[in-house]
């Protein structure tokens, strides 16, 4: 067990935070702090480092109950706006995904694809209290014997709405590419044929999960901004994959960890939870998601000092090495270049392009700080940690 | 040298002259058409830039107004609808002229219309479709 000089607990956090004293600094404020303070002064100056990250993520859906508007059906298959939930779990019970493209679209019969409209664009469409359209259809049964049922509803009919991703909040990501001669629509984007563009997504030095590498405070439990409103960690995500590479400070080099998140969509805002269509790949939801980081001691001032600088992206090719599985790292960028719009790659420049807004994560950031200086949010702290590895240092 | 680029629209009636082919003898402007279409109607839609002496360019204008053409810089064809941009900036990769370009201190996504060709290709490269083209919109069947 590492001896710190500073050592502070969620509970002496969150006294500060309710009692208004709490310093509360965002990622990139951070950055600046721990370079001209060093880590300890900064461990007991700053209490919470607030980050964010606002970008298409798929693997995001939210727990719908229909009733009790909707009585005495056994829903088998249900359509909001013609989009398909999954109906598959109890008589009024539904999931919808945000990458479920409507029940009549072309897909990629007309290639590209533009996939206008998809389950993310029904939660975003709920959130602004817009009218949707739903229709359940059942095989009936004796106690519930309707068989068809077509209404039109907004979130406040709905009785229970929980946003529940199985997958955010990436820690680092590919930077996609295409070495091939023909054009590709992939869910990085559209790659331009022999280099042509480097497309990524990250919020780099505030991206949550690369100010806390190892997930030494964040785990089950974990209080965080979540589409506008308030959410939780419920554990690690899907491919959520700890043991990847690391460099000297723990930061990841390519993906690794990720969060399965809720939170109750009806205090959720549409600014921060968006339907998106990505050409020739399918639709998905950007996501707007912030953790609060507790500085417990001198190493989490160190890990939230992360700077665009210490953070690797591995370049892939999607034109032929993703397609076919392999996962070769054509070369290693810094997130600073990605940033600086062009980077290097065997000696070609390459503009890059970001598909995960900055400006969108610093304002999460931003909020959440708000929230908690105003002590109007308290930290959660984890019942269980997520899986990690071994530190480096 | 003065360069406009702009969008114009031709009826039905005039669509067979050629007037592009004019401006360049008469008044000695360089054209670069960008896109050209006759529509089921005979209307004409063509974006096209012209470039030449300021003086020139202008009667050249003057030139295609008096034939019926309805003239309009592109500038006034193309807007960026800032309630739905969600500023993740996927645009500025493919954007050939950089009309729609960062801001690298800040990361905005910055759109100046005065710089777009009117290609198109940002429409629907954009996750959340922000970007209005009128003459992309135009109705085919009138």
């Known amino acids: 067990m590492a001896h710190y000089q500073v050592n502070k607990t969620f509970q002496e956090i969150n006294e500060k935070i309710r009692s208004g004293k709490a310093v509360v600094v965002t990622a990139e404020e951070m950055v600046g702090i721990v370079r001209k303070h060093g880590e300890v002064k900064a461990a007991k100056k700053v209490d ?20 009790p508007g909707i009585s005495g059906i056994k829903a088998a298959q249900v359509w909001f706006n013609g989009v398909p939930a999954y109906a598959g779990l109890a008589a009024i019970d539904v999931y919808i995904g945000a990458t479920e493209p409507r029940s009549n679209d072309p897909l990629n019969t007309i290639y590209p694809g ?7 664009h029904v939660i975003q469409d709920l959130l602004s ?40 909040s990436s820690q680092n990501y590919n930077c996609a590419v295409n070495v091939t ?46 589409g506008g409103g308030v959410g939780y960690v419920i554990s690690e995500g899907t491919q959520h994959h700890p043991d990847t590479p690391r460099t000297e400070r723990g930061i990841p080099r390519g993906t690794a960890g990720t969060l399965m998140v809720t939170g109750d969509l009806k205090q959720m805002d549409p600014r921060w939870l968006v339907g998106v269509s990505i050409l020739g790949y399918g639709c998905s939801m950007a996501v707007g998601l912030g953790i609060p980081i507790p500085i417990l001691n001198e190493e989490m001032a160190m890990r939230t000092a992360v700077s665009d600088e210490d953070i690797l992206v591995p370049v892939v090719d999607y034109g032929r090495d993703y397609p076919d599985g392999k996962n070769r790292h054509l070369s290693e960028v810094t997130y600073a270049q990605l940033r600086s719009g062009s980077i290097s790659i065997d000696g ?39 899986p990690s590895q071994p530190k480096h240092s | 040298m003065y360069k406009k680029m702009l969008v114009l629209r031709f009826p039905a009636e005039i669509t067979d002259k050629p007037l592009i ?46 034939q019926g053409v309805r003239v309009k810089p592109v500038e006034q064809e193309i807007r960026r609808n800032n309630d739905i941009c969600i500023q993740c900036g996927v645009c500025t990769g493919i954007c050939p002229t950089h009309a729609l370009h960062m801001n690298r201190e800040t990361m905005e996504v910055i759109f100046d219309p005065n710089r777009c060709s009117g290609c198109e290709l940002c429409m629907a490269i954009c996750p959340v479709r922000a970007m209005e083209i009128q003459f992309s919109t135009d109705k085919v069947l009138v």
Request: hydrophobic share 35%; net charge positive; proline share 6%.
């Open chain 1, 48 to 67: 919470v480092v607030t980050t964010g990250t606002f970008s298409p993520m798929c693997s995001s859906g939210a727990f719908i109950n229909l009733g």
């Open chain 1, 114 to 120: 533009e996939f206008l409209y998809g389950g993310g």
């Open chain 1, 129 to 168: 209290g817009k009218t949707v359209h739903l229709v359940a259809e059942a095989y009936g049964t004796h106690c519930y014997p309707r068989k068809c049922i077509e209404r039109e509803i907004t979130l406040a009919d709905l009785p229970f709405a929980r946003l529940c991703n199985p997958r955010n």
């Open chain 1, 181 to 226: 001669d023909k054009t590709v629509y992939s869910y990085m984007g559209t790659l331009k044929p022999r280099l042509g563009n480097a497309n990524y997504c990250t919020s780099g030095q505030l991206n949550p999960l690369l100010n806390d590498p190892y997930y030494q405070t964040i785990g089950t439990g974990t209080r965080i901004f979540l």
């Open chain 1, 348 to 386: 070609k420049e390459v503009p890059t392009a970001p598909l995960s807004s900055y400006i969108r994560a610093r304002e999460i950031a931003k909020i959440l700080k708000k929230w908690i200086s105003d002590g109007r949010f308290l930290l959660g702290e984890p019942q269980e940690l997520l």
């Open chain 2, 21 to 66: 082919c004019t401006l360049s003898r008469r008044l000695d402007l360089c054209f670069n058409i960008l896109k050209a279409k006759i529509l089921p109607g005979r209307e004409g839609l063509m974006v096209l830039e012209l470039s030449g002496h300021k003086n020139q360019v202008n009667e050249g204008l003057r030139y295609l107004k008096a």
